[in-house]
């Protein structure tokens, strides 16, 4: 119950932290979507209420603060969660190399997402972004998510002593990403 | 109740994927911008904004005064110099506005005299207990010849007595050497203003009954033939009648500053030949 008490709490947190840093890292021109990384890592974490629900929230209240249309944000959000909690019965999470790609790709294509739709629905006329924002927007992502993936563990590691799974996920019919 | 039960989740997922398009779609359609919910989140997150901007512009301030202190010494060092440079020009600017004023005063005094002038600048001053004399830039090459008188705004300052290929001396009419044919302006009474040292004179030679008080101006005569007439000398400081001599004794201020001179003309002809 508290986990659905705080969430509101967590993604207003959250989402101010990263507007605050992207002002003051890339002076606004740039995001740093570190909700859009906690949606992965829900992904691979929770499970599907659970999960759902905060790609829901996150993606409202991101919706509510930046995007021209509410609902844009809740729905890419829920797509990447479902898209990560599927990908995560089939690929283990230990590999920093399959993170980071995978943060990469989801961002890119939530870049490309996201102008295709203001093209096509707000007539915004914003695809000239593709190469000098949702480009270095993705690159940032991929090189953050291995980074809140490693920092997450080492929470889960500090409050459980061990790394914590769902309980969906502790089958053994995975394949694992390991080299 | 059975298929329910075993997939809540998927269907809860399911309703909340399907609201978010309705919202969607909704909003893309009647949405102006001014909805409830974005005001309650803008509300809400607002102090979560404040408090960590707070927290980061603390740290980046705090960063900042460290990378600024580390370059600051050079910095300082940097200003320091412009500063003095900047002094530097100041003075020139000043200097040379100083000048202008100076000048537009003595060709005031060329204008309203008619008589030819070479304008010189004053190079040295010696005006000592014995001789109070200064040495100008012009000499024989300019055209000047020994007894030419000099002027300064706002009136009579001296005579040439050593004029050489590029500089000359002049005799101030405050030495006690020299001696300058005057008249008192109000009256027209005629005395001889002779130098009594630095700012100070006397006029001589007038009887004790005439009518002279403090403040009275002094012009040249013209008489003499060195200075023209109607230069400002002086003024009358002190007025005393002594009785056993036949002569008032009168202290007069002269109306140059000598000690601030620094241009001067020289009355090269009588008349204004330049005009």
């Given at each position: 119950?508290?986990?659905?008490?705080?969430?509101?709490?967590?993604?207003?947190?959250?989402?101010?932290?990263?507007?605050?840093?992207?002002?003051?890292?890339?002076?606004?021109?740039?995001?740093?979507?570190?909700?859009?990384?906690?949606?992965?890592?829900?992904?691979?974490?929770?499970?599907?209420?659970?999960?759902?629900?905060?790609?829901?929230?996150?993606?409202?209240?991101?919706?509510?603060?930046?995007?021209?249309?509410?609902?844009?944000?809740?729905?890419?959000?829920?797509?990447?969660?479902?898209?990560?909690?599927?990908?995560?019965?089939?690929?283990?999470?230990?590999?920093?190399?399959?993170?980071?790609?995978?943060?990469?790709?989801?961002?890119?294509?939530?870049?490309?997402?996201?102008?295709?739709?203001?093209?096509?629905?707000?007539?915004?006329?914003?695809?000239?972004?593709?190469?000098?924002?949702?480009?270095?927007q993705a690159i940032i992502i991929g090189l953050l998510t291995?980074?809140?993936?490693?920092?997450?563990?080492?929470?889960?590691?500090?409050?459980?002593?061990?790394?914590?799974?769902?309980?969906?996920?502790?089958?053994?019919?995975?394949?694992?990403?390991?080299? | 109740?059975?298929?329910?039960?075993?997939?809540?989740?998927?269907?809860?997922?399911?309703?909340?994927?399907?609201?978010?398009?309705?919202?969607?779609?909704?909003?893309?359609?009647?949405?102006?911008?001014?909805?409830?919910?974005?005001?309650?989140?803008?509300?809400?997150?607002?102090?979560?904004?404040?408090?960590?901007?707070?927290?980061?512009?603390?740290?980046?301030?705090?960063?900042?005064?460290?990378?600024?202190?580390?370059?600051?010494v050079e910095k300082n060092k940097q200003l320091a110099k412009?500063?003095?440079?900047?002094?530097?020009?100041?003075?020139?600017?000043?200097?040379?506005?100083?000048?202008?004023?100076?000048?537009?005063?003595?060709?005031?005094?060329?204008?309203?005299?008619?008589?030819?002038?070479?304008?010189?600048?004053?190079i040295a001053k010696k005006q000592t207990a014995l001789s109070?004399?200064?040495?100008?830039?012009?000499?024989?090459?300019?055209?000047?010849?020994?007894?030419?008188?000099?002027?300064?705004?706002?009136?009579?300052?001296?005579?040439?007595?050593?004029?050489?290929?590029?500089?000359?001396?002049?005799?101030?009419?405050?030495?006690?050497?020299?001696?300058?044919?005057?008249?008192?302006?109000?009256?027209?009474?005629?005395?001889?203003?002779?130098?009594?040292?630095?700012?100070?004179?006397?006029?001589?030679?007038?009887?004790?009954?005439?009518?002279?008080?403090?403040?009275?101006?002094?012009?040249?005569?013209?008489?003499?033939?060195?200075?023209?007439?109607?230069?400002?000398?002086?003024?009358?400081?002190?007025?005393?009648?002594?009785?056993?001599?036949?002569?008032?004794?009168?202290?007069?201020?002269?109306?140059?500053?000598?000690?601030?001179?620094?241009?001067?003309?020289?009355?090269?002809?009588?008349?204004?030949?330049?005009?």
């Amino acid at each position: 119950m508290a986990y659905y008490l705080l969430l509101p709490l967590l993604s207003l947190l959250v989402i101010a932290l990263q507007t605050v840093l992207a002002d003051i890292i890339f002076l606004g021109r740039l995001a740093i979507e570190i909700s859009f990384i906690v949606v992965i890592y829900a992904g691979f974490r929770l499970d599907l209420a659970k999960g759902a629900l905060l790609a829901f929230v996150f993606g409202f209240v991101l919706d509510c603060l930046t995007s021209p249309v509410i609902g844009l944000f809740t729905v890419i959000y829920i797509l990447v969660f479902l898209c990560s909690f599927i990908l995560s019965f089939i690929l283990d999470i230990e590999k920093i190399h399959f993170i980071a790609l995978f943060g990469f790709l989801c961002a890119l294509t939530k870049e490309i997402f996201v102008i295709i739709f203001y093209n096509l629905v707000l007539n915004f006329d914003t695809v000239m972004n593709i190469p000098f924002i949702c480009l270095p927007q993705a690159i940032i992502i991929g090189l953050l998510t291995p980074l809140f993936f490693y920092l997450m563990r080492r929470l889960e590691v500090f409050f459980y002593g061990k790394p914590f799974h769902r309980t969906e996920r502790t089958g053994d019919s995975r394949i694992s990403a390991k080299i | 109740m059975f298929f329910f039960r075993n997939y809540k989740s998927l269907i809860l997922v399911t309703l909340i994927f399907i609201f978010a398009l309705i919202m969607l779609s909704y909003n893309v359609k009647y949405d102006k911008g001014e909805g409830i919910f974005r005001k309650i989140v803008l509300e809400a997150v607002a102090p979560f904004q404040s408090f960590s901007h707070f927290i980061v512009k603390s740290v980046d301030d705090s960063w900042e005064r460290y990378v600024t202190l580390v370059g600051l010494v050079e910095k300082n060092k940097q200003l320091a110099k412009t500063i003095h440079e900047l002094k530097a020009e100041l003075l020139i600017y000043k200097e040379g506005y100083l000048e202008a004023k100076r000048l537009r005063t003595l060709l005031a005094l060329r204008e309203s005299l008619d008589y030819a002038f070479v304008a010189a600048r004053v190079i040295a001053k010696k005006q000592t207990a014995l001789s109070k004399t200064i040495v100008i830039d012009k000499g024989s090459f300019d055209g000047l010849k020994t007894g030419m008188p000099v002027v300064a705004p706002p009136g009579l300052v001296g005579r040439l007595i050593n004029v050489s290929w590029n500089v000359s001396k002049v005799l101030l009419i405050t030495d006690e050497n020299s001696n300058v044919d005057a008249i008192l302006y109000r009256t027209r009474v005629q005395g001889i203003f002779s130098g009594a040292g630095l700012h100070e004179g006397k006029l001589k030679y007038i009887t004790k009954n005439q009518d002279v008080i403090r403040g009275d101006t002094i012009i040249s005569s013209g008489m003499g033939g060195v200075f023209p007439k109607g230069l400002l000398i002086g003024q009358v400081k002190n007025v005393e009648k002594q009785d056993k001599e036949l002569f008032l004794k009168i202290d007069v201020t002269t109306f140059v500053d000598f000690s601030k001179l620094e241009e001067v003309l020289v009355l090269v002809s009588e008349e204004n030949e330049g005009k």
